[in-house]
T-cell receptor, first 113, second 110 residues
Framework: NAGVTQTPKFQVLKTGQSMTLQCAQDMNHEYMSWYRQDPGMGLRLIHYSVGAGITDQGEVPNGYNVSRSTTEDFPLRLLSAAPSQTSVYFC????????????FGEGSRLTVL | DAKTTQPTSMDCAEGRAANLPCNHSTISGNEYVYWYRQIHSQGPQYIIHGLKNNETNEMASLIITEDRKSSTLILPHATLRDTAVYYCIPATSGTYKYIFGTGTRLKVLA
């Protein structure tokens, strides 16, 4: 059972570089989201999507872009990485008709030097 | 979105019940209360949710006060594997905009 798959698990970037964190789910879930978690902190919502072609901003969207061209994939793009974006990133998905259960990936640890 | 207040940390003896409180005094009538936990650095795991009635599943029980301003998550027989950060999240059904706070760090002691 794959569930929610995130790649890469670890990444080191230099300031100003760009990259894409990949997220894929095989549960046919309509809802997908990205969170970041800084050391000792809770999760903060970056962007979310309620279906293909539909995205919206969360609590901390600045510096990140998303798109949702398919139900399965929800990539997170950093166009110009900054040290403040050093964090652990989690992708989550949920079935639209279900009131609650988010399924999370294992996380992607990003360090920006 | 309702604000929540949870203790920063709690300890519980192995085998005893762990009672984790959450204050959500500004919760609106259509907001459910969801509980998740995060073990070490893993992705959070769903535990339970409820609107106004008490709920129970194989993992835990959720007690919501009659005025819905607070709730308590109960792990009936805590084990070492229940050591985790527990998050209480009010959210409207269908919004999918779940806002995690800082949670309660539960440590189960042998």
């Amino acid at each position: 059972n794959a569930g929610v798959t995130q790649t890469p698990k670890f990444q080191v970037l230099k300031t100003g570089q760009s990259m894409t964190l990949q997220c894929a789910q095989d549960m046919n879930h309509e809802y997908m989201s990205w969170y970041r978690q800084d050391p000792g902190m809770g999760l903060r919502l970056i962007h979310y999507s309620v279906g293909a072609g539909i995205t919206d901003q969360g609590e901390v969207p600045n510096g990140y872009n998303v798109s949702r061209s398919t139900t399965e994939d929800f990539p997170l793009r950093l166009l110009s990485a900054a040290p403040s974006q050093t964090s652990v990133y989690f992708c989550a998905s949920s079935a639209q008709e279900h009131t609650g259960e988010l399924f999370f990936g294992e996380g992607s640890r990003l360090t920006v030097l | 979105d309702a604000k929540t207040t949870q203790p920063t940390s709690m300890d519980c003896a192995e085998g005893r019940a762990a009672n984790l409180p959450c204050n959500h005094s500004t919760i609106s009538g259509n907001e459910y209360v969801y509980w998740y936990r995060q073990i070490h650095s893993q992705g959070p795991q769903y535990i339970i949710h409820g609107l106004k009635n008490n709920e129970t599943n194989e993992m835990a029980s959720l007690i919501i006060t009659e005025d819905r301003k607070s709730s308590t998550l109960i792990l009936p027989h805590a084990t070492l594997r229940d050591t985790a950060v527990y998050y209480c999240i009010p959210a409207t059904s269908g919004t999918y905009k779940y806002i995690f706070g800082t949670g309660t760090r539960l440590k189960v002691l042998a």
